[in-house]
Nanobody
Framework: QVQLVESGGGLVQPGGSLTLSCAAS????????MGWYRQALGKERELVAD???????NYVDSVKGRFTISRDNAKNTVYLRMNGLKPEDTAVYYC??????????????WGQGTQVTVSS
């Protein structure tokens, strides 16, 4: 009923930049918190950044000062601007959204993941 479609991943050199987008569509009453997670090969999935419906943000320490999460509520879209990329940022990045289908019911949804590779 709800899809999260991610875009913007790719191959970039160290020090480069990418912007990820994640657009939600389907039966949506309201989108609450949204976030970006990543999972590198052989590593556990970790929260990179999240943002509340009111715009409050949170970042994992390793990306503070380099990444910026934002959202466009009118477009049901969350973004992750990534600057100063490092090889250790290489991972599959997953979008997550807490979506209300009615006043009284909500659930989490996940995007399919987009690969970010930082390499010279």
């Amino acid at each position: 009923q709800v899809q999260l479609v991610e875009s913007g991943g790719g191959l970039v050199q160290p020090g480069g930049s990418l912007t990820l987008s994640c657009a939600a569509s389907g039966s949506i009453f309201r989108i609450n918190a949204m976030g970006w997670y990543r999972q590198a090969l052989g590593k556990e999935r970790e929260l990179v950044a999240d943002i509340t419906s009111g715009g409050s943000t949170n970042y994992v320490d390793s990306v503070k000062g380099r990444f910026t999460i934002s959202r466009d509520n009118a477009k049901n879209t969350v973004y992750l601007r990534m600057n100063g990329l490092k090889p250790e940022d290489t991972a599959v990045y997953y979008c997550n959204a807490d979506i209300s289908h009615s006043v009284n019911w909500s659930r989490d949804y996940w995007g399919q993941g987009t690969q970010v590779t930082v390499s010279s």
